[in-house]
């Protein structure tokens, strides 16, 4: 399992090792003492799943807040996406600021996005399914999110907003500066 880094050090990026033979390949996604290793050591509680029929779809950016905040471990295994992660820890250097990367099954990377992160996607391709692991079970009651174009933010994601597939709940989301930092000091 290669780790890189991020300019958030608090988020990573986990790209397994591929055995590959004539039937295919088999990398190992998951490793709850390497990944400890490597200081991810999470309890996951709950794996979820979402499929996106059409590229350019947006997803987020969401976030549960305290105290049923998650953490989540995101991977694509069909398609690719633009992965994002949005700091909104109250006490970090790095409060409002995002990293940004791509996901794809082809290469089977992973993004570590802990509790006190924002977290959002735009489908690259067709028919693209996304696999989170979660530290904390779903709870309605304390989802939030933050507006995906928020202009504060500065995202560069690869669709604008006249192209983008954006459910209304999403595109009605606060701006950061509505949603200030739900995540007190010490969230990690």
Known sequence: MDIVETAIPAVRLFVPRRFADDRGWLAETWHRERFAAAGLD??????????????????????QAPPHAQGKLVAVAAGA??????????????YGRHVSAVLSAEHGEAMWVPPGFAHGFCTLSEATLVTYKMTANYAPSHERGVRWNDPALAIA???????AVVKVLDQNLPLLA???????????
Not at 86 to 91: A, G, H, K
Not at 157 to 163: K, L, S
Request: proline share 7%; charged share 20%; hydrophobic share 45%.
């Open 178 to 188: 509505d949603v200030g930092a739900p995540f007190p000091a010490g969230t990690a």
């Open 42 to 63: 999470a309890a996951f509680v709950q794996d979820n799943a979402a499929f996106s029929h059409r590229r350019g779809t947006i997803r987020g950016l969401h976030f």
């Open 157 to 163: 994601w690869p669709v604008d907003a006249t192209e």
């Open 81 to 94: 996406v633009f992965d994002v992660a949005l700091d909104l820890r109250q006490d970090s250097p790095t």
